[in-house]
């Protein structure tokens, strides 16, 4: 099994950029997730779904946008990006029973 | 709002002895579910082992087992033969699950050296 897959693994934006980190989950899980990781810190959550067609903030939302047209894919993106950004980004997903799976994460640089 | 820390910032430990690391969390919750992730180097999360607040057994996966203290909110790991592939970051995550699904919290993490 694939598990969760995140593309791209690495990426640099200029200020005001925009982007999709894309995030697809082959377990047929109906939560689905997006957590940011900054140096040195604990996962803060700034999206999450849990099924095809419902999704709401997390606990640090501004500056992202996601939807979630399928239980499959949940792409995150980022609009002007801000230097405040930096951070590695990790896409999960869970069963009902409460186990995050995550997927490799995102390195994202804001220049 | 639920909180998790962790007290130990970074541990260190020489290869084949015992590790303990500390978790304490608050809630109001009497049920939800417990979790210590582990991120090596190469940065994937990976789950160490599980405990559901309900069950009094403790939870165990092989060299690594937790001591559930439900009254007093605690939530320690301990890894026994530790191994140099044991280093890593160590978070511990609160779970509930809630009308909008299921709610995760993690602490702060525990960066874990073992030492040859």
């Known amino acids: 099994n694939a598990g969760v897959t995140q593309t791209p693994k690495f990426r640099i934006l200029k200020i005001g950029q925009s982007m999709t980190l894309q995030c697809t989950q082959d377990m047929n899980h109906n939560y689905m997730y997006w957590y940011r990781q900054d140096p040195g810190m604990g996962l803060k959550l700034i999206y999450y779904?849990?099924?095809?067609?419902?999704?709401d903030k997390g606990e640090v939302p501004n500056g992202y946008n996601v939807s979630r047209s399928t239980t499959e894919d949940f792409p995150l993106r980022l609009e002007l990006a801000a230097p405040s950004q930096t951070s590695v980004y990790f896409c999960?997903?869970?069963?009902?029973?409460?186990?995050?799976?995550f997927g490799e994460g995102s390195r994202l640089t804001v220049l | 709002a639920q909180t998790v820390t962790q007290s130990q910032p970074e541990m260190s430990v020489q290869e084949a002895e015992t590790v303990t690391l500390s978790c304490t969390y608050d809630?109001?919750?009497?049920?939800?579910?417990l979790f210590w992730y582990k991120q090596p180097p190469s940065r994937q999360m990976i789950l160490v082992i599980r405990q559901e607040a309900y069950k009094q057994q403790n939870a165990t996966e092989n060299r690594f087992s937790v001591n559930f203290q439900k009254a007093a909110k605690s939530f320690s790991l301990k890894i026994s033969d530790s191994q140099l592939g044991d280093t890593a970051m160590y978070f511990c995550?609160?779970?509930?699950?809630?009308?909008?699904?299921?709610?995760?919290?993690f602490g702060p993490g525990t960066r874990l050296s073992v030492l040859p």
């Open positions: 779904s849990v099924g095809a067609g419902i999704t």
């Open positions: 809630t109001s919750e009497s049920n939800y579910y």
């Open positions: 995550a609160f779970m509930k699950r809630d009308n909008y699904g299921q709610n995760f919290v």
């Open positions: 999960a997903s869970s069963k009902t029973t409460g186990e995050l799976f």
